[in-house]
């Protein structure tokens, strides 16, 4: 089974910087399938992006996905007030596990 | 507008049983795969079962198979969690989770508020 590798575990930054987390998959996965879940305390998660770098409605702009290889990043070009929660990472091809997430806090 | 509202959860001695609900409404029931993804206090998601439109096929996690029994009532809209055999480790919040399509490869596109099952004595 794969296992998704996340990190850093947290990331303190401030309001208006980018932020950069990692999914690392164990072994060659179909690049296409990567999804990305954001949990605010207190809140059930929220899909932000799918099939790797796909945004579903109501996603702001400013976050993307990429893949190489077997890494994946999820980027948020300008952190938002909003943004600071916890992201996890899940590859939806034959598995359904979690990466054990990033925390993004404030700084 | 999709909407899924568990209920069930509950304080459950160990070796005990509950039984989870989750009520759906706006979209197509029988079309998706559902599943229960739970979240022990503190911890990150575990998905735990999961189900296809037409219940053919059941689906669990090596640490609940054998114990939880997942089902769904198309008629009503409705998913379903036997929780049996309680331990408590079990102890977590429990999403009821819509998958996009209704077959493999899914993502989780809504989530339920949750409903939190303690099982302590």
């Known amino acids: 089974e794969v296992v998704l590798t996340q990190s850093p575990g947290t990331l303190s930054l401030s309001p208006g910087e980018r932020a950069t987390l990692s999914c690392r998959a164990s072994?060659?996965?179909?690049?296409?399938?990567l999804a990305w879940y954001q949990q605010k305390p207190g809140q059930a998660p929220k899909l932000l992006i799918y099939?790797?770098?796909s945004r579903p409605t109501g996603t702001p702009d400013r976050f993307s996905g990429s893949v190489s290889g077997t890494d994946f990043t999820l980027t948020i070009s300008r952190l938002e007030p909003e943004d600071f929660a916890v992201y996890y990472c899940q590859h939806y091809s034959n598995s359904r596990t979690f990466g054990q997430g990033t925390k993004v806090e404030l700084k | 507008e999709v909407q899924l509202v568990e209920s069930g959860g509950a304080l459950a001695q160990p070796a005990g049983s509950l039984r989870l609900s989750c009520a759906t409404s706006g979209f197509t029931f029988y079309h998706y795969v559902m599943s229960w993804v739970r979240q022990a206090p503190g911890k990150g998601l575990e998905w735990a079962s999961a189900?296809?439109?037409?219940?053919?096929?059941?689906y669990y996690s090596d640490s609940v198979k054998g114990r939880f029994t997942i089902s769904r009532d198309n008629s009503d809209n409705t998913l379903y969690l036997q929780m049996n055999s309680l331990r408590v480790e079990d102890t977590a919040v429990y999403f009821c989770?819509?998958?996009?399509?209704?077959?493999?490869?899914?993502?989780?596109?809504?989530w339920g508020q949750g409903t939190l099952v303690t099982v302590s004595s």
């Open positions: 989770v819509k998958g996009s399509t209704g077959d493999r490869p899914y993502y989780f596109d809504t």
């Open positions: 099939g790797t770098s």
């Open positions: 189900i296809t439109g037409n219940s053919e096929d059941t």
């Open positions: 072994q060659s996965v179909n690049s296409n399938y």
